[in-house]
């Protein structure tokens, strides 16, 4: 049916889109089932472009930006997740009671020893260190502790699936950060991803690799960087620390909401723009939907918690994350420890022997020379990692529709609830909304929690 305006009817143009699959042979590939998108034109353009031009990364950014990439990594040790997921588009990963599935008591043909141990009397100590990690996850099952607890003892060696999908733009991103980095098996992912984009796009993927060599962080920067991240980040407790970075937010917001709607610029009223104003404009604005102009408040939250959890946070896309490396929080080596687990005499032994033998084995690896970064992979999930994020309001009000649901994960949802409480007592009109779907709405979970007076009664403790 023609458009109501003007009559005119879209035209489905010719679309580029195709599955590759990568060069390696099957046995010994990780990337599955890679389709490019785009329309033909565009590829044409783009091959034609590149045979005229040498791009840097920004011009390449930029001619990239009518492709995109799905692709999925099958196969891979979930150490991977972090370093593939941080600042892409869209991915999704195997949850972890579907890849303790395939694992069985002593099964350890789907653990992947860092490639530094392959062939070395350390390789035999890596694959027993996964062993007793795999009983105890069982036993701990056997025990009745939930399965999203009883993970925290599981390796990140652990075979995994995840399926990505990339924008243009951020291959160029995804290839330096990775061709370069200190970790064995993500070079081998991205050298393995880049080869399979080039079987449909040969001079632009060459053209790829040369800008990720020339523009990658070196070595030492690297170093440099995770070490000033060690030093902000060291020694962060278990509580939720908020830094603003507006002087006040809610102006903020309140000014841009007013700029959209008044022929004044923002210099001629602000001055005059009084609080009383400012909370009306905001009010008026956010009920109607318009909730772009709290994206201009930003906050720095520090915390540190489980690196099974930050995963989960990871989940939302949040524009700013950082975490201290694992290989640097790992020389103190510290736990969360699940309040199941906590409660079990049983479960807790096995918790602190697999968490004893981890510590001893990279403490040894560390010793007889082997690169502390690879050894991540002895690395369990309970590991307690100091970590910041940088975000917005709308942000905030999204994330708090699932981590202050009662169905959340345990140890996220007091996360949220520590950030809530910061918020509504400080920012009251930026964050009237803030709560589970059922708090201004109704529960869109496929089964309820059954108890949303839980929120709305711990609200009103706050207000």
Known sequence: MPSPELGREPILGETYSLKTESPFCPEKSHVKGMEIGSSLEFKEALETAILKEHFVAEGLREALAGITLSFSLEHVPRLVHDQVTI???????????YVMMHLKEKDVSRIHPPEVLRNTEFEKQFLDLAALSISAYNRMVELN???????????????????????????????????????????????EVIAAFAREFPLTARNLENVAMRESISVEDRMRIEEMRNNYLHGHGDEVVIHLLNIDPTKRAAVAARTCYRELPPSEFIASFTVDQQERVL?????????????????LIRSAMSEANLQ????????????MAMWLAAKEYQVVIPPSIQSNKEALELY??????????????????FPAPELDHAVIVGIKVPFFSVTNVTDL?????????QRAQWESRDWM??????????????????GPNCYQGKCQEKECCGHPEIYRDWRKTIA
């Not at 600042?87 to 009671?97: L, N």
């Not at 009000?397 to 981590?403: A, E, Q, V």
């Open 87 to 97: 600042g892409r588009d869209v991915y999704s990963a195997q949850s972890w009671r």
């Open 397 to 405: 009000l999204h994330i708090s529709k699932r981590r202050l649901c």
């Open 352 to 369: 602190y022997k697999t968490w004893q033998a981890s510590k001893t084995f990279i403490a040894e690896a560390i010793q007889a020379g």
């Open 312 to 323: 989960m946070l990871r989940r939302h896309r949040i524009p700013v994350q950082r975490a």
């Open 283 to 299: 009010k008026d604005t956010i009920s109607s939907g318009h909730t772009s102009v709290v994206e201009h408040p930003h906050l």
């Open 417 to 434: 609830y520590q950030v809530a409480e910061a918020l509504i007592k400080n920012w009251p009109v930026l964050f009237e909304s803030l």
């Open 145 to 191: 502790i939930p399965k999203e607890d009883a993970r925290y003892v599981n390796l990140w060696s652990f075979d995994s699936n995840i399926v990505v999908t990339l924008q243009g733009p951020k291959l160029v991103d995804f290839a330096i950060d990775n061709l370069n980095s200190p970790y064995q098996v993500m070079r081998s992912v991205a050298g």
